[in-house]
């Protein structure tokens, strides 16, 4: 048995889930309200001992088990809750490996660099003359001494070897320092470094604003000119092992909480739009680093609160939207669908700056973050402001613009509702915004060479680690043995979600993964989807897979299936396979649901609200069985061609 099955067996998941909800017995089962979502009306979260799960069956239809619990409700990643969850269990975790204890240990020393950095910058802000003017910057600005401590702003000396005599000082070696991006490298002609140059401090003169990680370390620094003819403006740490900007967000160290209590994140453009709308009483605000949206950023967020607000400068969003403010806009709708987020878009006022407005009227911030609206109505309204919607090119135009937007809705009814929008808008007839589905032609097809049943393709090197898996979680793993393997375009992806869609059913997420240990994995696929290159799966894996999960992943997912298959072949079966996981899950839920009735006969109370559940697990059931024998008759007709 692995460590992590041992401690969830040893783990009483309604202990854990009684410390902060109210349980209330329903024969084998617990019942209480959700404490994901907001609701006081009716008991929806279920915890069903025997198999050591959660599940809400109310507006979260999600559940999982006693790590995914701790997750959601500590805001912990596995590592983390797995350390705390063997800690209670009394199950002394197997040491890491040495090559990761020691990767570990240098970066927690890279992260003490940072600190010591951060610690030497704001005490020269606050306590040398040299930082006078600095200090006189930010307070010009509103900002208030004991946000200045808070965010411990700093000041960067007008220096070439100030930062980087300290820390030598400090002991810290010159690798480290160029590591961590504190130190810029001598370069020659060709712009590469040379070897053994002289280094210096890469911030100079500069306000010096920490920037730190979901968990609070430090990891970089955005620095902000005080001579106006400096360039950059700002300057940022680069991107080094600690700093990844794309799965950044400046403040979110100092938000989590609000967000979750206030069940709103707000995404700003600046540091200090950040800052000083903390310091006036939006403490749910959060900014990225310059770039669009990116996935791991929408994902921090919809940890804490599904509901994000973006807020865009007017210029960048304004009538001739720009390239840009378009491209954040698609980004942000696919992550919403992809990640089940409800992203809305607020403009702020041409000429004004959000910190300027907090400072003024924290009213008036409040009202334009009442005013966001869906990204697909923003973007319709956007496009027609100041145009004569009686011209028939400006209609087209119009939905040239948003009809690609609402292409990026995942959900179908959503879409069609957005469609419907956009015709009612545009005065025109709703089929006339149909997009060429290229599902509908038909192409003639080679017959499938793969015909071996799903069974006989996972080979594990060890047996037994399969065995003791329940069905659901082995259709999991075939899955992501597909998805390693094979590994299926973005492109493939899509023309499997589309078909999902066309049955009214939810794209593949990691939602379809919910074992603790499968999630890990999954999102280790999804995120790698994420990465700006080409992303090289294994190594990713390699590189950001909790050790605690290797022995799974490497007995379940690394064997390589022994069949061949087309791209055709692929798509086909990971349908078939989603469909199959689905209702394995399904089945599942039906007999919970059937449980807690018949645990519970006189409690007429819940009636009314179990009939709903049954009628929504049925029509899912309904549309898995249709899409299911679709697939099965087109295989037999492919057959016997
Ligand atoms: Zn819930």
């Not at 309204?381 to 609402?406: M, N, Y």
């Not at 007429?604 to 009939?611: F, G, V």
Request: glycine fraction near 4%; include cysteine.
């Amino acid at each position: 048995m692995s460590q992590i099955d041992e401690i969830k067996n040893l783990i009483n998941i309604e202990d854990l889930v009684g410390e902060t909800v109210k349980l209330r017995r329903t024969g084998k089962n617990y019942i209480g309200f959700c404490p994901f979502h907001a609701n006081t009306r009716t008991p929806s979260f279920v915890v069903f001992p025997e198999s050591g799960t959660w599940r809400c069956f109310g507006q979260c239809a999600e559940g999982g088990d006693v790590f995914s619990y701790l997750m959601k409700r500590d805001n912990l990643d596995f590592q983390q809750a797995l350390a705390v969850l063997a800690q209670r269990a009394g199950v002394k975790l197997e040491s890491f490996t040495r090559e990761d204890s020691s990767r570990k240990q240098t970066e927690e020393s890279l992260h003490q660099l940072i600190e010591d950095s951060i610690a030497f910058y704001h005490n020269l802000l606050m306590q040398s003359p040299a930082g006078k003017t600095a200090l006189a910057y930010l307070h010009g600005r509103g900002l208030q001494d004991e946000t200045i401590r808070q965010f411990q702003l700093g000041y960067a000396p007008d220096s070439w070897n100030a930062v980087i005599d300290h820390l030598l000082s400090l002991n810290y070696s010159r690798t480290q320092l160029i590591d961590t991006g504190m130190a810029s490298e001598q370069r020659d002609d060709k712009g590469d470094p040379v070897a053994d140059g002289r280094i210096y401090d890469r911030f100079r003169n500069r306000v010096m604003i920490p920037i730190r990680n979901a968990a609070g370390k430090a990891i970089g620094f955005g620095a902000r000119i005080l001579d106006p003819n400096d360039v950059p403006k700002f300057l940022n740490s680069p991107q080094t092992v600690l700093f990844d900007k794309g799965a950044t967000l400046f403040g979110f160290n100092f938000a989590k909480s609000a967000i979750r209590e206030r069940s709103q994140a707000v995404i700003v453009e600046g540091y200090f739009d950040v800052i000083t709308l903390h310091q006036a009483g939006f403490p749910n605000t959060v900014s990225s680093m310059g770039t669009a949206i990116g996935a791991n950023q929408v994902k921090l967020l919809t940890r804490q609160s599904k509901n994000i607000v973006l807020a865009l400068d007017a210029d960048e969003a304004g009538a001739n939207a720009t390239l840009k403010g378009i491209e954040v806009l698609r980004d942000a709708i696919r992550q919403e669908g992809r990640l089940d987020a409800d992203i809305r878009v607020t403009t702020i006022p041409e000429g004004k700056d959000p910190d300027e407005i907090a400072l003024r009227d924290p009213a008036e911030w409040q009202s334009i973050l009442d005013n966001a609206k869906p990204i697909v109505i923003f973007m319709m309204e956007t496009a027609a402001r100041g145009q004569d919607l009686q011209d028939a090119k400006v209609k087209s135009q119009i939905a040239a613009t948003v009809l690609p937007l609402i292409e990026e809705v995942s959900e179908t009814i959503e879409r069609e509702v957005y469609r419907q929008q956009l015709a009612d808008f545009l005065s025109i007839d709703a089929r006339l915004l149909r997009f060429d589905d290229p599902n509908k032609r038909t192409v003639k097809r080679r017959s499938s060479r793969f015909t071996a049943p799903e069974t006989s393709v996972v080979v594990p090197k060890e047996k037994a680690v399969m065995d003791s898996m329940t069905a659901v979680s082995r259709r999991e793993v075939f899955i992501l043995n597909y998805m390693f393997h094979f590994y299926p375009t973005p492109g493939s992806i899509a023309k499997i979600d589309r078909t999902l869609r066309q049955r009214r059913l939810a794209p593949i997420s990691r939602k379809d993964f919910e074992s603790s240990e499968m999630r890990q994995i999954a999102d280790c696929y999804f995120d790698s989807l994420d990465q700006d290159e080409n992303p090289d799966i294994f190594t990713y894996a390699d590189q950001n897979l909790p050790e605690s999960i290797r022995p799974l992943y490497e007995t379940a997912i690394l064997p390589k299936p022994v069949v061949e298959m087309t791209q055709d072949d692929i798509e086909k079966e990971m349908l078939r396979s989603i469909v199959l996981l689905r209702r394995s899950k399904n089945r599942d839920r039906i007999r919970e649901a059937q449980a807690l009735q018949n645990d519970d006969p006189a409690e007429q109370k819940n009636h009314a609200e179990l009939t709903e559940i049954f009628g929504q697990l049925l029509l899912e059931k309904k549309k898995l069985d249709h899409l299911l024998e679709a697939l099965e008759f087109g295989n037999k007709k492919n057959n016997d061609d």
